[in-house]
């Protein structure tokens, strides 16, 4: 996709103390937004797609150099808060968690390799801990950048998101996929409950179709009745989302929140797009 770059005239540096910064970084992209708290309006979007860094080295380097040039970014946002996609992360219910431990829990599943170091958030919506591994690179640049800064894994939003959601408005069954270039998450939430979160790694349609029919199968969920909400950078014309509607009949976008407002160029930005950056200021 084309980068994006939104500031709204609105925007004064001498009110950055009332702004929330947030910011979004995977291995083929890196987003941030700005709302202003006070308005609980957004008034600030970006985002720069790197499809062919294939190393976070070089990914910090790039973003390294997009900071440096957006004055946006020279300013000292007292709230920042930054988004990192992984699938590799594991979650621990928060009856059994200690800090102690969190390497151990981490590795029952997978690896924690060379230039990695471990983070954890507390979610509310389930009542766990994840813990995930970020590249040391990657924090070292922003919490260089940004001394206030606390970083988050893209479940968090997500599932705090979900359960409220489905709590609110009462409904059942509903599959979502939270998309990114290489990986994308699975969940599926049923009266407020999250079933199942899972991320999977893919690099084709084939392989995403592969993981997502899979899963829609091994759930016993049918094609034809159950509700598939999408979000993520996915144009209406994405072959992942047109393989999607060769199996599954119901399928709608999960769109930002609307108990925000944003800036009217914001409004040309599909709905979608960007809905987990910017549930990430709402989670504690």
């Known amino acids: ?163 409220l959601k489905s709590k609110i408005e009462g409904y059942g069954k509903r599959v979502f996929v939270n998309l990114h270039p290489t990986i994308f998450d699975f969940v599926l939430i049923d009266g407020g409950e999250i079933i199942l979160f899972n991320t999977f790694t893919y690099k084709s349609v084939s392989d995403f179709n592969y993981f997502f029919l899979n899963a829609i199968d091994n759930l016993k969920l049918s094609p034809l009745t159950t509700s598939v909400y999408v979000c993520g950078i996915l144009a209406s014309d994405d072959l992942i989302l047109e393989s999607m509607k060769k199996y599954i009949k119901n399928i709608n976008y999960f769109d930002k929140p609307s108990h925000f407002d944003y800036a009217y160029g914001l409004n040309e930005v599909p709905s979608h797009y960007f809905t987990n950056m910017i549930n990430l200021y709402q989670c504690g």
């Open 1 to 163: 996709m084309q980068n994006i770059h939104f500031i709204d005239k609105s925007f004064r540096a001498t009110d950055v103390s009332k702004y929330h910064l947030s910011l979004q970084v995977f291995l083929k992209g890196f987003s941030f937004s700005v709302l202003d708290g006070e308005r609980n309006k957004y008034i600030a979007l970006a985002h720069y797609s790197f499809s062919r860094i294939t190393s976070y080295r070089t990914l910090a380097k790039q973003i390294s150099e997009i900071i440096d040039k957006e004055p946006l970014l020279q300013n000292d946002f007292p709230h920042v808060k930054l988004l990192y996609a992984t699938a590799n992360y594991t979650f621990v219910p928060s009856v059994f968690y200690t800090d102690a431990d969190k390497a151990k829990f981490f590795e029952f599943n997978q690896e924690l390799k060379a230039g990695e170091q471990l983070s954890t958030n507390y979610i509310f919506g389930n009542s766990s801990t994840v813990i995930f591994s970020v590249p040391k690179i990657l924090v070292s640049l922003f919490t260089e950048r940004f001394p206030n800064l606390r970083i988050y894994h893209q479940s968090v939003p997500l599932i705090e998101e979900l359960t």
